[in-house]
């Protein structure tokens, strides 16, 4: 971009209509979301996994269901954090529901290095500072095999 076309006003209102029409365009597309996919979004990755597998080590999980967990658990403590901010003493709501969530999260991480036909004990390596983190992170955004493996059968 060209900086010295800014100073004549008639390129600048170009761009500002071009970036407010830009900016109109992605409102739309957030208010086109449709609720009821967010809702059983909601209900597939999380309520579900945490009824059915809140402690299971066993078989594989999907980088989808991996991430959508995580995305569902992160938009549930910014909302705790919201609530938190207004009104301080339900701090502990919010303490109770991260301790609620460390096995599941635990269980998922295993199942999703078992997609990676890893074992469950390189989960290990998130103790390690930093890079353990970082590698941990790089691993659950790797593909998971498309085959069997000795983990359990693909996962959906």
Excluded at 33 to 41: A, R, T
């Amino acid at each position: 971009m060209d900086f010295n076309s800014l100073k004549d006003t008639n390129n600048l209102k170009a761009l500002l209509k071009g970036m407010g029409s830009d900016i109109a365009g992605a409102f739309k597309s957030v208010k086109d979301v449709n609720g009821e996919k967010l809702k059983n979004g909601f209900n597939t990755y999380f309520v579900d996994y945490l009824k059915n597998n809140y402690a299971n080590f066993d078989g594989r999980v999907s980088r989808r269901q991996y991430w959508m967990f995580t995305l569902y658990s992160m938009l549930i403590s910014i909302a705790f954090n919201i609530v938190i901010a207004i009104i301080p003493f339900l701090a502990i709501i919010s303490l109770l529901y991260a301790f609620a969530l460390i096995v599941p999260s635990i269980g998922l991480g295993i199942r999703r290095l078992h997609d990676l036909n890893l074992s469950g004990w390189f989960f290990l390596i998130a103790f390690i500072p930093l890079l353990g983190g970082l590698a941990l992170l790089f691993l659950f955004c790797m593909p998971g095999d498309a085959e069997d493996n000795k983990f359990g059968p693909a996962a959906k």
